[in-house]
């Protein structure tokens, strides 16, 4: 039977990822670390099995008497206001909490990190290749995220290339979905919050930035195919996402529409803004044939809706505009 970790695990991906593992016969054990920085206890609270275990620590602290055949490296903030306000702790949690965490791989055991389509940062090709190599300004606002998961990557591949490290790497596009935080920040779950409260929803710029938006549940199962699931051969790094990519601004009308009497309204534009982002998926479609994200838009924001009108008690944290300036 396997040891299995999750850092991060009570996150907002973590969470579904963590729902997959324990449908497996084959895991004896699934430890969770997270800090509850920016995950929440409630996103495990549904489940039952004795083989889960909560550890509540920073990551870069985390010991344990055992070692594990599978790491799952998730714990980061990802939405640029959280990360935004504390840099050096995103900073700590990708590469600091990678090389904790890889004293606690078993040897040969398998290390997988969710990694980001900000190493693309702001991309001058479009759709982006997993060999494009970026647009990332290592001295500006978003790049503690940028540039940690664009070190933890190297950590990885370069253990890979001297120590023969077992790794899987995946790059993750805007994805949403149920168990993001009422105060998350990102686009469509402040849209929702904001509109479900009455509030104008907030677009930063002219909005015709555009990104491409995967709901978690088609996401995940390309994590769980590509982590263990199918047999490939395949390290990464992955990009996994839709390829569908729509414009800030759309979202938002549309999101309007289905609460009848929301407004919307334009704020400042957010410093490096990316002005696109979308997945060239051709390795995806070798590497994992058939998968995509089969949730059209429309229908994965109102999933998502539904989710926060059930989630969302009344006086909760206030979601209008938790930019970072
Ligand atoms: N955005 C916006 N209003 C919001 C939140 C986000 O206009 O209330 C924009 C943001 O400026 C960006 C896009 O939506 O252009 C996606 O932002 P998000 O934070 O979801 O993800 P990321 O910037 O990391 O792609």
Request: hydrophobic share 35%; charged share 25%; with cysteine.
């Amino acid at each position: 039977m396997k040891n299995i970790l999750v850092a991060g695990g009570c996150g907002f991906i973590g969470s579904h990822l963590c729902d997959h593992l324990l449908q497996r016969s084959d895991v004896g054990l699934c430890v969770v670390v997270d800090n509850l920085w920016t995950g929440r206890k409630e996103n495990l609270a549904h489940v039952q099995d004795p083989r889960l275990k909560i550890v509540v620590t920073d990551v870069e602290a985390f010991q344990s008497d055992v070692l594990f055949d599978e790491v799952y490296h998730l714990a980061s903030p990802a939405s640029p206001p959280w990360y935004m306000t504390e840099p050096k702790r995103t900073i700590s949690a990708n590469l600091l909490g990678a090389m904790r965490l890889l004293h606690l791989l078993k040897p040969g055991g398998q290390f997988a990190f969710t990694s980001t389509s900000e190493v693309y940062g702001d991309p001058l090709v479009s759709p982006q290749p997993e060999s494009y190599r970026g647009s990332v300004d290592c001295t500006g606002p978003r790049s503690s995220y940028d540039e940690s998961k664009r070190c933890t990557e190297s950590l990885l591949f370069e253990m890979r290339r001297t120590e023969k490290l077992n790794v899987r790497v995946v790059r993750l596009f805007n994805v949403y979905g149920p168990r993001t935080r009422p105060d998350d920040g990102r686009a469509v779950s402040n849209f929702i919050t904001q509109a479900l409260a009455g509030k104008p929803i907030t677009i930063y710029g002219d909005g015709m930035q555009s990104r491409s938006w995967g709901y978690v549940d088609d996401i995940v199962e390309g994590l769980a195919r590509f982590f263990w699931r199918d047999q490939h051969g395949y390290d990464g790094p992955l990009n996994v996402g839709n390829e569908r990519e729509i414009p800030v601004i759309e979202v938002a009308r549309h999101i309007a529409q289905l609460v009848p009497g929301t407004t919307l309204v334009h704020r400042d534009p957010v410093p490096q803004d990316p002005t696109n982002r979308r997945p060239d998926l051709t390795i995806a479609r070798k590497v994992l044939p058939g998968w995509e994200c089969r949730i059209p838009y429309e229908l994965g924001v109102q999933l998502n809706l539904e989710w926060f009108k059930d989630h969302l008690k009344a006086g909760g944290p206030d979601q209008q505009d938790v930019r970072v300036a």
